[in-house]
């Protein structure tokens, strides 16, 4: 899939693994399907054979995906979709999840882990209810948009360009009339693709009607564990607290961005900002941290790594001795992480270059690697995984901030304390921004994508410009009647997934307050030490890695943090600027 430069890296993975379901999907009628006996008698006999079942087919999925991604062959592709096929189809039997439905609700004698096993197979059998002709619509639908982002090429003075292109464009042009004709190039595929996508939002909507559910909106929120108002609460509550930090913190970067431009800081558009969507921070004039990591090799980069989780006490060799590091032909240029057999085997592809980006992959991609090897093997198959996606990413956000964190840097990457006290002010400012900003973003995606399926016949295209100014607070360009919002790809291929992001952040913001507690530090938490701190690794496997799925989110987050998942931790980081 083609995604602008900025995604967090979850994001790539994401669209292989629902591509390769789409692929499957339309080859349905020609790929083997794994067949098993389910004994529905009691739910102990069924947990057993879920659990044994599962793992087979799931194994062989990760497998397939592992080797797919190194090579680039299709055959190894088409080998992926064939067995991502099977691990729905395992997962499409109306009978079986009609039990697992009546076990829950009827059922008082179920043991703690048996109902949390039936939970969390509900959530994945319920995903793969999708009347069959509903499901070929969305493929087929999905397969013509994704054609079209992956084919199409914007116009500039008539020539055209790719999106990585005009990305490199728009960070170097300083005038302002060229910028935003790049800015106006890199929207073009909108207007190709928003018709098709309001096409695919009302089938959506249909199919998830005939299951139950008010709109699609409703059911990938419910489907991913979720309760809608509570999240539409908590992001009430987010938006109330971050927007004078925000607006305050955006004056400042117009006004820096103004000097940069020659205009008054007044007359800032959404061209004059590097990302086509204001989701990252423009780079700030007062640093660039690869200075700190200048005669640094990517071997080097895995070396730290590597030394820094193992002085966490957190065993690290047998990770690095199975991942793929560097770049090679027909590998996949992303980065990720994946656990082959939810056990022991825990694997990262990444294509690492010693810059401080790459660093921050680094710890990213091994925070999700020691949160899959922690995890309590006893649990059954289904468990034996992170208490939920943002949990994960939580972790990996945590542990990848470090990176361009200024203790981090004198400690374990042996920058200059002169030097990085010089520049400390600004790289903890660039980190605030680069909070501030994404959460602003993430704002956006989650109320617009709420009422897209609430009512896909709106005026979508003003819509956006609502949204846009009201988080982001940017001028919508004037008399602009266009589909801008659909030049943003997970409308298509990861829908209803941002807000999982956002939590991430503010559940690594709440872990590093709780870890601060406990390790009595005072002070504020970018300035806590992790560097040979074996006692933050003993900490982080109790009560973050081992438990897996075994609680529902909400009581993981309680019993890993002692408090609810909420934003204060988060907005105490982003509020004022740092000492």
């Known amino acids: 899939c083609s995604l602008e430069t900025g995604e967090p890296m979850k994001t790539k993975i994401l669209c292989l693994l629902m591509a390769g379901v789409f692929m499957a999907c339309c080859k349905s009628e020609k790929q083997p399907v794994a067949k098993a006996e389910s004994p529905l008698s009691t739910p102990a006999q069924f947990v057993e054979w879920y659990s044994t079942t599962t793992a087979q087919i799931e194994d062989a999925a990760a497998v397939a995906y592992w080797k797919a991604a190194n090579s680039g062959q299709k055959a190894d592709f088409d080998d992926y979709a064939a067995k991502s096929l099977a691990l729905k189809t395992h997962h499409s039997n109306k009978e079986q999840f009609e039990q697992i439905k009546s076990w829950l609700a009827s059922d008082t004698n179920l043991t703690d882990i048996e109902r949390r096993v039936l939970e969390v197979a509900f959530l994945a059998y319920q995903e793969n209810q999708v009347p069959k002709e509903d499901l070929e619509a969305m493929v087929n639908k999905l397969s013509e948009i994704e054609q079209t982002f992956n084919t199409y090429r914007a116009t500039l003075d008539g020539k055209n360009y790719t999106n990585n292109d005009l990305l490199e464009m728009l960070a170097k042009e300083t005038d302002t009339a060229k910028r935003q004709a790049i800015w106006e190039a890199l929207k073009q595929v909108g207007e190709q693709v928003g018709a098709k996508l309001i096409e695919l939002a009302k089938i959506r909507n249909a199919a998830a009607r005939k299951m139950g559910f008010a709109n699609y909106w409703e059911m990938a929120i419910k489907s991913q564990a979720h309760d809608p108002q509570t999240l539409l609460t908590l992001f009430d509550r987010l938006e109330a607290e971050t927007r004078q930090p925000f607006a305050d913190m955006k004056a400042e970067l117009d006004a820096e961005l103004s000097r940069r431009f020659g205009i008054p800081p007044e007359a800032m558009m959404p061209w004059h900002y590097d990302n086509p969507f204001f989701q990252d921070a423009p780079p700030n004039e007062a640093i660039n941290l690869d200075v700190f990591y200048a005669g640094r090799t990517k071997e080097d980069i895995v070396e730290l ?233 003993k900490a982080l496997i109790e009560t973050v890695f081992e438990p897996g799925m075994r609680y529902k989110w909400e009581d993981f987050v309680k019993k890993a943090t002692g408090k609810p998942l909420g934003p204060e931790d988060y907005v105490a980081e982003v509020s004022k600027k740092a000492d």
């Open 305 to 537: 790594g590597r030394k820094f989780f193992e002085d966490l006490g957190l065993e690290f060799n047998d990770i690095v001795a199975n991942s793929d590091f560097f770049e090679r032909e027909g590998k996949d240029q992303h980065a990720f992480c994946i656990t082959l057999d939810r056990g022991g085997d825990v694997r990262m592809l990444l294509n690492i270059k010693p810059t401080a980006d790459w660093m921050d992959t680094m710890l990213h991609e091994s925070g999700h690697a020691v949160y899959y090897k922690y995890i309590d093997r006893s649990l059954p198959y289904n468990l034996r995984e992170a208490a939920h996606i943002f949990t994960t990413e939580a972790i990996a956000m945590m542990m990848g901030a470090l990176a361009k964190n200024p203790t981090f840097l004198i400690e374990r990457i042996g920058a200059d304390p002169a030097k990085v006290e010089e520049v400390r002010p600004a790289i903890l400012e660039q980190r605030r921004r680069e909070q501030l900003i994404f959460a602003r973003w993430a704002m956006v995606m989650f109320s617009f994508e709420r009422q897209l399926y609430e009512n896909p016949d709106q005026n979508l295209n003003s819509l956006w410009w609502d949204t846009v100014e009201k988080f982001q607070m940017l001028k919508r360009p004037a008399d602009r009647n266009l589909a801008d919002w659909a030049a943003k790809p997970h409308f298509t291929i990861a829908p209803v997934y941002y807000h999982n992001y956002l939590l991430g952040e503010l559940l690594a913001a709440q872990l590093r307050g709780s870890l601060a507690q406990k390790l009595g530090h005072t002070g504020p938490t970018w300035a806590m030490s992790y560097s040979n701190r074996p006692e933050i690794g």
